[in-house]
């Protein structure tokens, strides 16, 4: 089992910055791929960034590419989420998941999920 807590969300004007932290305990996360995905109220939870095991290779929604960085420490259990320039359609409640295969944009193939940290972009 793997536990998730996200972090680092919060209230941020149009163009601003935020970090999103994903802590994991239980098991070291060197042996998951990791995934941050995202649901604003009405909408499906939607894919928006992905990193394979060491970090070599990453993967990104279109509607965030060039704005958000995925990057994971396996030495501290932590996967982030760099967000810059973010946007009033970036609000959203922002998970972290966990996989045991190679990741995926699809939100069913995770095996472990946090419950989840708020991020609001005010316009």
């Known amino acids: 089992q793997v536990q998730l807590v996200e972090s680092g969300g919060g209230l941020v004007q149009a163009g601003g910055s935020l970090r999103l932290s994903c802590a994991a305990s239980?098991?070291?996360?060197?042996?998951?791929?990791m995934g941050w995905f995202r649901q604003a109220p009405g909408k499906e939870r939607e894919f928006v960034a992905a990193?394979?095991?060491?970090?070599?290779?990453?993967y990104y929604a279109d509607s965030v590419k060039g704005r958000f960085a995925i990057s994971r420490d396996n030495a501290k259990n932590t996967v982030y989420l760099q967000m810059n320039s973010l946007k009033p359609e970036d609000t959203a409640l922002y998970y972290c998941?966990?996989?045991?295969?190679?990741?995926?944009?699809?939100?069913?193939?995770?095996?472990?999920w946090g419950q989840g940290t708020q991020v609001t972009v005010s316009s």
């Open positions: 998941a966990a996989d045991t295969g190679l990741g995926s944009p699809k939100s069913d193939v995770y095996d472990y």
């Open positions: 239980g098991r070291t996360i060197n042996n998951y791929a």
């Open positions: 990193i394979s095991r060491i970090g070599t290779n990453t």
